[in-house]
Each structure stands twice: as C-alpha cells, then as structure tokens.
C-alpha cells in the first residue's frame, strides 16, 4: 500500500511517506545541510531530533539520501 500511495503522491515507490511535521522538519535540515556547516548533530538538536541517527534515518526515508551525501551533492 505505501508504495501505490507513494505514486499517488509523487514519491518513488520504497520512500516512507512521513508525517507533515517530520517532512517539514526534514526539509528544514536539508536546507541546513546545503547552506551550512552545521554538523549533523547541531542540526539534528536544531530541528528537532532525538540524535544525529534519528535525523539520519528519517532523512534517508523521506529524501533517499544520507545527510551526509545530500550535502556533498546540495
């Protein structure tokens, strides 16, 4: 089911549709990896995550990308 509604959606099949909270807190990340030296932990406090791992997984979930290599590529 989550892969039919990610088509629905605009989301390739396999990423997690995550909570509107969560995307906008993963978008604001991104823009913080790309923008920023800010270290995946100072971003992960800033935006609201229990540890630089929970951003890493939500990341990697709702983007397809590591923190890490959404940076080297942003």
Do not use: W
């Not at 509604?5 to 604001?28: A, D, F, K, W, Y």
Request: charged share 20%; hydrophobic share 40%.
């Amino acid at each position: 089911m989550t892969a039919q509604l990610g088509i629905v959606v605009g989301r390739p099949p396999g990423l997690r549709v995550s909570s509107p909270r969560t995307g906008l807190r993963i978008e604001q990340a991104g823009r913080l990896l790309a923008d920023t030296e800010l270290t995946v932990a100072q971003i992960a406090e800033r935006c609201g995550f229990s540890s630089p791992g929970s951003l890493s997984s939500a990341f990697l979930a709702h983007m397809g990308v590591r923190p890490s290599v959404y940076r080297k590529n942003a």
